[in-house]
Each structure stands twice: as C-alpha cells, then as structure tokens.
C-alpha cells in the first residue's frame, strides 16, 4: 500500500534551520491531489502547516509564512519542507500528508488527507 516516511527531525537551536523530507513508496507522489506537512504541538491538535496542490499552488499558513518553504520533487518522488529561523513554538512532531485522486475539485483541505506518515520529530530549543 501507499507508503509516506518523513526523515530529517532532530534537534536545534533557535533561529536554526532543517529541512523535512517525505518519500513516497508504492504511489507515485505526482498523482497525489495534494500533500502538505502537519504538525503537533505537546497537548495541541494537529495543523496542517503547508500544502502543495496538483495544479503547482502553495500555500502556507501565517505561523511559518516566510520562514517555511514546501517543494515537490516528483522525479525523487519525495516532498520537502525548509525550516527557516526556527522558533521554541515550531517543536513539534511533524507529519507528512497526502491526498489521493477523486471526484472533488478545489483548494487542498485538511480534512482530506487520507495518506498520513509515521512522524519526526522537531525540537527548538536553547
């Protein structure tokens, strides 16, 4: 079945940088209708944080806008996700998302994720 690991977690200092990575195995990642990256904060819900849409739209929300970057490499079948200027509040276990092909049409939606990956997890501290 359809396979998300996410890799590049760790731990790092305020205003530091990772870069999340998200392989695909047994699909191939430029059929998906959108993938993004979620996370969730110690007794918070989990978001979704950044999203990329078939058609090559991005989006990110307000709390990581200019510092978090998301990319697709369909060629790697791998989707990424640049953490700049990296804050406390952005610790977190970050997870990989995809949605499949179906009848909908529209923006990418949160709760239309059906693909979900194991998690990694990010630590921003001093």
């Known amino acids: 079945q359809v396979q998300l690991v996410e890799s590049g977690g760790g731990s790092v200092q305020p205003g530091g940088s990772l870069t999340l990575s998200c392989k695909v195995f047994?699909?191939?990642?430029?059929?998906?209708?959108?993938m993004g990256w979620s996370r969730q904060a110690p007794g918070k819900g989990r978001e979704v944080i950044a999203s990329?849409?078939?058609?090559?739209?991005?989006a990110h929300v307000d709390a990581v806008l200019g510092r978090f970057f998301i990319s697709q490499d369909n060629t790697k079948n791998t989707l990424y996700l640049q953490m700049n200027n990296l804050k406390p509040s952005d610790t977190a276990e970050y997870y990989c998302a995809a949605e499949t092909p179906s009848q909908r049409v529209g923006v990418c939606h949160p709760a239309k994720y059906n693909v979900w990956g194991q998690g990694t997890q990010v630590t921003v501290s001093s």
């Open positions: 047994n699909y191939n990642s430029s059929n998906f209708y959108c």
């Open positions: 990329v849409h078939s058609d090559g739209g991005i």
